[in-house]
Structure formats: C-alpha cells, structure tokens
C-alpha cells in the first residue's frame, strides 16, 4: 500500500450488555489497529456479569464510557452517535473484530477514499468451533431482499447521520434499512475488496429468522425498492423457509403463509 495521505479521525464504536466472554477480543482488536487517528466509545448496556470490570482494564485506552440501560443494541447505537467526532464511524460490537491489525491503514491508503460516503467489505464468520467462512459483499441492487455486507465491515461518514439515525421500530434490520435508505438517497458507496471485520455466528438476526424476513419485506416496501408483487412473491417463498427453519415440525401450509402476508400488506400500507 502507498503511505496515507488521508487521515480522518474515526470513531469506533462497541455496543456491549453481559459480553464478558466477547467483550475483551473486541476491545484488544479496536486498540491495537495501527492506524492512529482512533477514538473509542463503548456504549454498555448495564451489564450485571463482569463485563465493566473487563472494560476498566483498558480504559486509558477509551475515550467515551456509558453504561446505563437501553432498549436493545440500536437504541445504544444511537446512544454512541451522540458523542462521536470522527469523520468516519465503524460500529465494532462485542465479539467483533478486525481481520488484522492493519485494516484501518490500509483502508485509508486507498486512493480518494474521501470522496464517498460509505466504504464496505467483505467479512469472515467464526462458528463455535473457531472456523472462518468467507462472506462477500453482495450488489448494492439487492439491498429489498437481502443484506449486502455486514455491518462490522461497514465505515460511514458521520453526515451520513446528519438526518437520521438507526429506526428502532425495526428489532433486527435497522442498519440494513439505514443503509439501503442511504444507498436509494445517493450516498457514494465504496467497495473495498478485502475482509475487513469477523463477527460470531449465531447474532440475534441469526437467531430471529422470521422477525428478519418480516423487518426485510418491510423495508422493501417502506422504500418502494422494486414492484410489490416481486416483493411479495419473493418474501412469501422466504417466510416460508424462515418458518421452516425455526419450526420444522410445524410446517403452516402456504395459505396459511399468503394469509400472513395479506395482513402484513395490510398493517404496512395503512401507516
């Protein structure tokens, strides 16, 4: 890579509640990144376990600590968007972290990065056992049906958030309709072709399939991504999977699915 010539302060950002077995990867991972025009902001969520006596370890290394009570993992991101001052914002969460300790460098060395708005890559996820599966960014135009890139391998511009911050009517998928939101209102979006962050399997979107798919049909429809019968026709076929999958004993027949749908549709189009 060529030296850096850009070098915007950026602001990382954990969200953390009861992670002591995450939350000290994390940290070690966001303070040891050799790119030096860092702050960190830890925004935990009055965590009962030994999570703050793991965080009070590092904090001459912490610029910002709140610990207080939220209402779930976008309320405290938004919480954290209160007292950010870098240029860019990367969203670390406990048991995230950076694929190497030169990713911000390198990230920065790229040619006229400060000419977009966000800047994506791809990502590895760790199962139980420790394995890596690679996770490539996907294309933008999908963004109605699916998440193109994870959030931990996401940068955004803080003007990005000038406007608005993450919706917290939506329980899983309020960074994917932020950035699909961004993405429709012609924020520059950068790909950046490497890993930049790794991230646990089995996260709460994961665990909460069906609450995806009906979070994701909203949003497609919220947007108006694309015509409301390939949105409805796609989702129906991935509700039926959700359901599937989380309860394969008691599989509804698909009128039972269309019926779901239609009062959907219903409830979506009288907001």
């Known amino acids: ?17 009861n992670a002591q077995n995450e939350i000290e990867n994390t940290i070690k991972s966001v303070i040891e990144q050799s790119y030096g025009h860092i702050e960190y902001i830890i925004i935990d969520g009055k965590s009962t376990d030994s999570t703050l006596d ?3 370890r590092y904090k001459n290394k912490i610029d910002v600590l709140i610990s207080e009570k939220d209402q779930g993992i ?11 001052s870098g240029e860019w914002i990367i969203f670390m969460n406990a048991g995230d972290i950076f694929v190497h300790a030169n990713v911000l460098k390198d990230i920065f060395s790229a040619k006229s990065i400060d000419e977009y708005d966000v800047v994506y890559g ?9 394995n890596s599966k690679f996770l490539p960014a996907k294309p933008l135009d999908g963004f109605w049906k699916y998440t193109p890139f994870s959030h931990q391998s996401l940068l955004m511009k803080k003007k990005c958030f000038e406007k608005d911050k993450f919706n917290t009517v939506y329980r899983v998928m309020a960074d994917n309709e932020l ?7 012609g924020f520059k979006f950068f790909y950046y072709n490497q890993p930049i962050a790794k991230y646990l399997s089995g996260g709460f979107s994961e665990q909460n399939r069906i609450y995806n798919v009906i979070e994701r049909w909203h949003i ?17 076929r991935a509700m039926a999977n959700a359901i599937k999958h989380d309860y394969p004993e008691n599989l509804p027949k698909r009128n039972l699915i269309k019926d779901i749908a239609k009062k959907l549709k219903h409830k979506w189009t009288r907001r």
């Open 1 to 17: 890579m060529s030296d850096i010539v850009y070098q915007p302060l950026v602001s990382l950002v954990t969200v953390c509640f």
């Open 122 to 130: 791809d990502t590895l996820v760790v199962d139980l056992d420790g």
């Open 220 to 236: 497609a429809y919220h947007l108006k991504m694309v015509d409301k019968n390939e949105i409805d026709e796609y989702f129906i």
């Open 179 to 185: 950035h699909a939101r961004k993405h429709k209102d």
């Open 54 to 56: 793991i965080v009070e």
């Open 74 to 84: 976008y309320d405290a991101m938004n919480k954290a968007l209160d007292h950010v």
